[in-house]
């Protein structure tokens, strides 16, 4: 019985939170990593339906199949496996494999956040709801929301945002209405990456069937996570770097 009036007063509190959030027009207190301007959001949750959404594009999309070209022309490049040939064959088995471990590992990934019901997406340092840097609310209740703590400046900002960067790649956080959910081990992506490693085993030679080359896969593949963790961390710099390379160094207003 008291079990289930806590959960119950659990409930009415995310309830309240989510109404209190949807008030919100200072652009202040928004959804970790959402845009300060959408002031219409009233639930940061990682639905079924966004959940759902992500697994069929990065697994059997226009996204998808533009991922396998482009990786599999870099196999072509370098002639990887060695046992296919640059001819249109042997680059139509680097692309096709390709696309089979991006299904596998988007299946994976989604049958075990669906278990986990957890949040994969990326989020940068100063959005990171769990970090003390900026605005945040302090609990996902209407009073946490009402009464947000304004944090100091951060020290070493540079090296907080690697180390984040680092961890946003190796944790996931609980999916909740507010979006400070508590920060998990990735297990999704873990899975993710070993069904990926595994799922070209029709198509790879017999040779490159080992389980060394396995977890070469895996690696490589995981280093993508990694890479658009940096990216999330660093998006802003690397926007102005390039308008600076494309406008000819002139400054932009």
Known sequence: MAAAAGSQTRLSAQVEARALLAQQQSGKLICPGGFPTDITVS?????????????VTVSFTDQAILGAVVYGAGAQIIKSPGEWGRTWLGYGDRVGVRYTQGAARGTAEYIVGNLMRDDPRHVAFKDDPHEHYGTK????TAQGIANPKVNPVATNLIWKRIGHAFLDSVTV????????????????????????????????????NTL???ANRAG?????????????????EISLLLTRMFSGGKKTP
């Open 43 to 55: 639930n940061c949750e990682f639905t079924q339906q966004l959940r759902v959404q992500q697994w």
């Open 137 to 140: 609310i302090t609990a996902c």
């Open 173 to 208: 956080r609980r999916s909740n209405v507010c979006g400070n959910g508590k920060r998990w081990p990735a297990l999704d992506r873990l899975a993710g990456v070993a069904a990926g490693a595994y799922g070209g085993y029709g198509w790879y030679p017999r040779a490159e």
């Open 220 to 236: 490589m593949s995981y280093g993508s996570t990694v890479v658009g963790s940096f990216y999330t961390e660093f998006s802003p």
């Open 212 to 214: 060394a080359n396995a």
